[in-house]
């Protein structure tokens, strides 16, 4: 679907350099801090802006040279774009139709029925939760091949989320051969949904792995500066130290388990991760 081969854009001040691919029936997340890069590699996905070197290829061609039946198979829900405020849902569903051949008007009035999206208010009169949802609803109402989703979730509360998460889920269940590109720095989300997960810092990829291997073999461990010392290091990502102890996050857990059986070994969750790869040192 994707595929990214030492993609660079340069700002003042920032450098993105990336490569990635998404195969067809895949969900692949993207996190990272605020700036880290998320929303410019998605725009250079889009062609929204042009990348200063590199490669950038959807369903094997350069984005800006997409056809118009080719663009028609991408859905997207960018975080600060859409529709007019002023718009009712009425007028959005005019623009639909006349964009998008695929368009399906009933089905479409349905979903956002069943989210309780009012049809005759301005879309300025929304709530947060309400336009996020628009946004994806918008995304998934032609039929894509692959959405594009960026923060579809964030500054919502959990209900909010957990329908926006169930909209995707039954999207990709209705055709195993979507794919999704989804930034998100909500981990719960991600550990969910994605099959795979790129972290990116600084406009680089610092992490690539499936979702159930960090669940799986990613671990932390817990010990005093001595015990570190003498630890096997060959498996630590990254640790964080403080005046008494030393957490360690590890890409093989059992090594450790088996041993070093005194030492404090947990399960590692997305947000761990995120705090010892971004916030520690390697």
Not at 81 to 104: N, W
Not at 203 to 219: A, F, P, Q, R, S
Request: aromatic share 6%.
């Amino acid at each position: 679907m994707i595929r990214l081969n030492n993609l660079q854009k340069e700002y003042k001040g920032f450098k993105l350099d990336i490569t990635m691919d998404v195969p067809e029936g895949r969900v692949t997340g993207l996190i990272g801090r605020n700036g880290a890069g998320k929303t410019t590699t998605i725009k250079c996905i889009l062609g929204l802006v042009r990348p200063t070197a590199g490669e950038a290829e959807v369903f094997g061609r350069n984005p800006l040279d997409l056809t118009s039946d080719e663009r028609q198979m991408i859905g997207v829900a960018l975080s600060e774009s859409g529709f007019s405020m002023l718009f009712t849902l009425e007028d959005v569903i005019k623009v639909l139709s006349a964009s998008y051949k695929d368009f399906d008007e009933k089905r479409f009035r349905d979903m956002c029925s069943a989210q309780s999206l009012p049809f005759d208010k301005q879309i300025k009169d929304y709530s947060s939760g309400m336009k996020a949802k628009l946004r994806v609803l918008v995304a998934i109402s032609h039929n894509a091949k692959l959405l594009i989703l960026d923060e579809p979730t964030a500054g919502l509360d959990v209900i909010a989320r957990n329908d926006i998460l169930a909209i995707i889920r039954k999207y990709l269940d209705e055709n195993p051969e979507r794919s999704i590109v989804i930034s998100s720095h909500i981990s719960s989300d991600l550990e969910g949904l994605c099959d795979d997960i790129y972290m990116i810092s600084d406009g680089k990829i610092i992490l690539h792995e499936d979702t159930d291997v960090l669940l799986g073999k990613y671990g932390l461990i817990k010990m005093s500066s001595e015990e570190f010392e003498t630890l096997d290091k060959r498996y630590i990502v990254a640790k964080q130290e403080d005046r008494f102890s030393v957490t360690c996050l590890t890409s093989e857990k059992q090594f450790y388990v088996e041993n070093y059986p005194k030492l404090v070994i947990e399960n590692a969750h997305i947000d761990d991760i995120i705090v010892l790869m971004l916030g520690g040192e390697k």
